[in-house]
């Protein structure tokens, strides 16, 4: 029986991990396929150089992948400070106000259609064990599971190394062509079927429509890159 639910447990931290780690993928690479993009666009209709193009690209990747990298350290550390602070009010209400607990898990049960000699019987059970208790109340009452201690981490390199490799796929044309908007030609079809692909695999892991999630994504990328041209050569003129 022990060996189903740690099997379970493990399932289940897995399942939350992975969810993680899409999650962290998604937010750099969508910003990463998208702000270096319009940045060398806006850039294409303003200089001659492919060499300026693709300094300031790399520049921005740079920096935009530390930038996003810290905002996702932040956002786990959040996290798992969060999920301690109510762990240990938690734990200070199991010993303090151990009667409201109970009949805060019978409600629990309560919803969950149990009959009342079965709600009093659990709720006798469960707080046998007070680790099992607080427990029970983080995922039932919070809804809270534990996060990963590394979490800060993992989140700031996965998010990091996706915005560079998707900064750096808008950029590759400018190496291989003479002139900014030639580059830009190439660059708009790569990154414009790039926004579609990583749209229609976001979506599917999301569980959003696919043809219209990636839709979305493609006219995103599409809209800022054009209103950065746009801009830019209104200003060079």
């Given at each position: 029986?022990?060996?189903?639910?740690?099997?379970?447990?493990?399932?289940?931290?897995?399942?939350?991990?992975?969810?993680?780690?899409?999650?962290?993928?998604?937010?750099?690479?969508?910003?990463?396929?998208?702000?270096?993009?319009?940045?060398?666009?806006g850039?294409?209709?303003?200089?001659?150089?492919?060499?300026?193009?693709?300094?300031?690209?790399?520049?921005?990747i740079?920096?935009?992948?530390?930038?996003?990298?810290?905002?996702?350290?932040?956002?786990?550390?959040?996290?798992?400070?969060?999920?301690?602070?109510?762990?240990?009010?938690?734990?200070?209400?199991?010993?303090?106000?151990?009667?409201?607990?109970?009949?805060?898990?019978?409600?629990?049960?309560?919803?969950?259609?149990?009959?009342?000699?079965?709600?009093?019987?659990?709720?006798e059970?469960?707080?046998?064990?007070?680790?099992?208790?607080?427990d029970?109340?983080?995922?039932?009452?919070?809804?809270?599971?534990e996060?990963?201690?590394?979490?800060?981490?993992?989140?700031?390199?996965?998010?990091?190394?996706?915005?560079?490799?998707?900064?750096?796929?808008?950029?590759?044309?400018?190496?291989?062509?003479?002139?900014?908007?030639?580059?830009?030609?190439?660059?708009?079809?790569?990154?414009?079927?790039?926004?579609?692909?990583?749209?229609?695999?976001?979506?599917?892991?999301?569980?959003?429509?696919?043809?219209?999630?990636?839709?979305?994504?493609?006219?995103?990328?599409?809209?800022?890159?054009a209103?950065?041209?746009?801009?830019?050569?209104?200003?060079?003129?």
């Amino acid at each position: 029986m022990t060996h189903a639910h740690s099997h379970t447990h493990s399932h289940t931290e897995d399942h939350l991990r992975n969810s993680d780690f899409i999650t962290d993928v998604v937010i750099g690479m969508s910003d990463g396929l998208t702000v270096p993009f319009a940045l060398a666009a806006g850039i294409s209709s303003a200089v001659s150089s492919n060499d300026i193009v693709i300094t300031a690209g790399v520049a921005e990747i740079i920096a935009g992948s530390i930038a996003m990298g810290l905002g996702g350290f932040l956002a786990g550390k959040t996290e798992v400070e969060h999920y301690h602070s109510e762990l240990k009010r938690e734990q200070d209400e199991v010993e303090r106000v151990p009667e409201r607990e109970k009949e805060e898990i019978r409600e629990i049960f309560q919803n969950y259609g149990f009959s009342e000699s079965s709600q009093v019987m659990l709720v006798e059970e469960l707080s046998k064990d007070k680790k099992k208790w607080v427990d029970f109340m983080m995922r039932f009452e919070l809804g809270l599971e534990e996060p990963d201690g590394n979490r800060a981490t993992k989140s700031a390199l996965t998010i990091g190394l996706s915005y560079v490799v998707g900064g750096i796929i808008p950029l590759i044309p400018y190496f291989f062509t003479s002139t900014p908007i030639e580059g830009l030609k190439i660059s708009a079809v790569v990154t414009l079927l790039c926004l579609f692909t990583f749209g229609y695999f976001k979506s599917k892991a999301t569980g959003q429509p696919l043809l219209s999630g990636a839709l979305k994504v493609t006219a995103i990328g599409a809209a800022a890159a054009a209103a950065a041209f746009a801009v830019a050569k209104m200003f060079s003129m």
